[in-house]
């Protein structure tokens, strides 16, 4: 993917990312989330980022071993990860 086409399907921009697609554990834009992101003049990345009341915070994002597979869930249905992405998943469980 280009960074043009990247900017054309972002759902968000911010002076780091172009945000491609997220999945929130709890309330949107204030909890734990998965998201999809193409670094500016870089490539895509899937990062596990914490936001505080609008703001991500500095910190690192924990998430309760408990609500993983629910994250998770909600990542592979708003697209977080490639089909590619999810088969190789996929063959690691399997194996």
Not at 20 to 32: H, R
């Amino acid at each position: 993917m280009t960074e043009n086409e990247a900017r054309a399907i972002a759902i968000k921009e911010t002076d780091y990312c172009y945000v491609l697609a997220t999945a929130w554990e709890g309330e949107e834009n204030d909890s734990v989330c998965l998201e999809r992101i193409f670094t500016k003049g870089h490539c895509e990345e899937i990062r596990l980022a914490w936001w505080q009341n609008g703001n991500q915070a500095p910190r690192p994002a924990d998430i309760d071993a408990v609500n993983w597979p629910t994250l998770f869930h909600n990542a592979v249905k708003q697209g977080v990860f490639t089909d590619s992405e999810k088969l190789s998943m996929v063959k690691s469980l399997l194996q």
